[in-house]
């Protein structure tokens, strides 16, 4: 059973940075895509960012090209969220998520991961 554990939010003014770390434990991570997601209340649970097994391959939503960066350390057994220049609208709750299929290309369909973490909240003032 993987289990996944996200930190690094908080509370931040607009323009500022946080880097979201996702620590898995329990199960293999190397070879499985990860997925970045967000959920803002009363709303879905949208799709912000993803990376390949090999870090090789990244995707992104549009609403955070050139502002945010994935990227991983399998070592480390580590995912991270580079968060920069934030808006108000990036105030979400983050979730980082293990793909359901191993050694296949990240996608950002959240029906397609299977083992999720418990999210950490990201609050970006005006």
């Known amino acids: 059973q993987v289990q996944l554990v996200e930190s690094g939010g908080g509370l931040v003014q607009a323009g500022g940075s946080l880097r979201l770390s996702c620590v898995a434990s329990?199960?293999?991570?190397?070879?499985?895509?990860t997925g970045w997601f967000r959920q803002a209340p009363g709303k879905e649970r949208d799709f912000v960012a993803a990376i390949s097994w090999n870090g090789v391959s990244t995707i992104y939503a549009d609403s955070v090209k050139g502002r945010f960066t994935i990227s991983r350390d399998n070592v480390k057994n580590t995912a991270y969220l580079q968060m920069n220049s934030l808006k108000p609208e990036d105030t979400a709750v983050y979730y980082c998520?293990?793909?359901?299929?191993?050694?296949?290309?990240?996608?950002?369909?959240?029906?397609?991961?299977?083992?999720w973490g418990q999210g950490t909240q990201v609050t970006v003032s005006s």
């Open positions: 329990g199960g293999t991570f190397s070879t499985y895509a």
């Open positions: 998520a293990r793909r359901r299929d191993g050694l296949v290309v990240p996608i950002p369909t959240k029906e397609r991961y299977d083992y």
